[in-house]
């Protein structure tokens, strides 16, 4: 079991910056791909980033790249999601996840964290 413990999120406006951490503990971190995906209201979960086991390769929506930025720290059991140029869109519940397999895929991460609210004002 890899249990993850998200912090960060919060309230933010326009243009502002956010970065959400996920911590992982339970097995070990440096053996999982790590995603971030998010659910606006009303909406389904979707893709927002990847990155690798080393994180040598990162992944990105379209709708995010060029102003997040996801990254890890293996030492620290921890994979992070770097949020600059924030939109009101950008608006939803923030999720990371842990898989063995690399995927954008939501069905396929087997592991979740709690979820966190980020909430970009105009």
């Given at each position: 079991?890899?249990?993850?413990?998200?912090?960060?999120?919060?309230?933010?406006?326009?243009?502002?910056?956010?970065?959400?951490s996920c911590t992982a503990s339970?097995?070990?971190?440096?053996?999982?791909?790590?995603?971030?995906?998010?659910?606006?209201?009303?909406?389904?979960?979707?893709?927002?980033?990847?990155?690798?086991?080393?994180?040598?390769?990162?992944?990105?929506?379209?709708?995010?790249?060029?102003?997040?930025?996801?990254?890890?720290?293996?030492?620290?059991?921890?994979?992070?999601?770097?949020?600059?140029?924030?939109?009101?869109?950008?608006?939803?519940?923030?999720?990371?996840?842990?898989?063995?397999?690399?995927t954008t895929t939501e069905f396929?991460?087997?592991?979740?964290?709690?979820?966190?609210?980020?909430?970009?004002?105009?």
């Amino acid at each position: 079991q890899v249990q993850l413990v998200q912090s960060g999120g919060g309230l933010v406006q326009a243009g502002g910056s956010l970065t959400l951490s996920c911590t992982a503990s339970g097995r070990t971190f440096s053996n999982y791909h790590m995603g971030w995906f998010r659910q606006a209201p009303g909406q389904d979960r979707v893709f927002v980033a990847a990155i690798t086991r080393s994180g040598t390769t990162t992944y990105y929506s379209d709708s995010v790249k060029g102003r997040f930025t996801i990254s890890r720290d293996n030492d620290k059991s921890t994979v992070y999601l770097q949020m600059n140029s924030l939109k009101p869109e950008d608006t939803a519940e923030y999720y990371c996840a842990a898989d063995s397999l690399l995927t954008t895929t939501e069905f396929r991460y087997k592991y979740w964290g709690q979820g966190t609210q980020v909430t970009v004002s105009s």
